[in-house]
Antibody, heavy 114, light 110 residues
């Protein structure tokens, strides 16, 4: 069974940093590109970042470029999102996804508030 | 990187067919046959329903079908059932390894 389990979310102050993790199981993690997507309360989905199977190619939405960094450790079947300079508008449920968005994690809430 | 435009809500009675539109630009929907559709029930993760405009993943009902014309993609749900009531999101490849999602549509089964 495919599983993506996210962790690292929670409450952070404006301007602060947070690192999200996503541990994959049930499929060959190193074969697939992976993604981060978020959903603000009551809003649609927003693509944030993508990383190729070997980590050599990364991409970002303009809204998070230069603030967020995606990475992966294929030896640990783990995807990361390092988030910095967090703003109130970054508050959302964050999902990791893989295999052309066929696999999704359960999502985790990131709250940005003082 | 503007969001694709979807109607806020679409409704239909059980057994009817409904169609949800997803309008982008010549830089995303119009340029690539990489449009996907997702179903999302409240408090749950999205579920892939259609990929590459018309393809269904294994296990997805044939009641769900996709199409595209120009800068607009569409998802049709035929034989509407109560369990189809959910939010539906489209996405498109937008070049340079980036994607864009739609604004989301709430499907209401009357």
């Amino acid at each position: 069974e495919v599983q993506l389990v996210e962790s690292g979310g929670g409450l952070v102050q404006p301007g602060g940093s947070l690192r999200l993790s996503c541990v994959a199981s049930g499929f060959t993690f190193s074969r697939y590109a992976m993604y981060w997507v978020r959903q603000a309360p009551g809003k649609g989905l927003e693509f944030l970042s993508a990383i190729s199977n070997n980590g050599g190619i990364t991409s970002y939405a303009n809204s998070v470029k230069d603030r967020f960094t995606i990475s992966r450790d294929n030896s640990k079947n783990t995807l990361y999102l390092q988030m910095g300079s967090l703003r109130s508008e970054d508050m959302a449920v964050y999902y990791c996804a893989g295999e052309s968005f066929d696999y999704w994690g359960q999502g985790m809430l990131v709250t940005v508030s003082s | 990187q503007s969001a694709l435009t979807q109607p806020a809500s679409v409704s239909g009675s059980p057994g009817q067919s409904i169609t949800i539109s997803c309008t982008g630009t010549s830089s995303d929907v119009g340029s690539y046959n990489f449009v996907s559709w997702y179903q999302q029930h409240p408090g749950k993760a999205p579920k892939l329903m259609i990929y590459e405009v018309t393809k269904r993943p294994s296990g997805i009902s044939t009641r769900f079908s996709g199409s595209k014309s120009g800068n607009t993609a569409s998802l049709t749900i035929s034989g509407l059932q109560a369990e189809d009531e959910a939010d539906y999101h489209c996405s498109s490849y937008a070049g340079s390894s980036t994607y864009v999602f739609g604004t989301g549509t709430k499907v209401i089964v009357l």
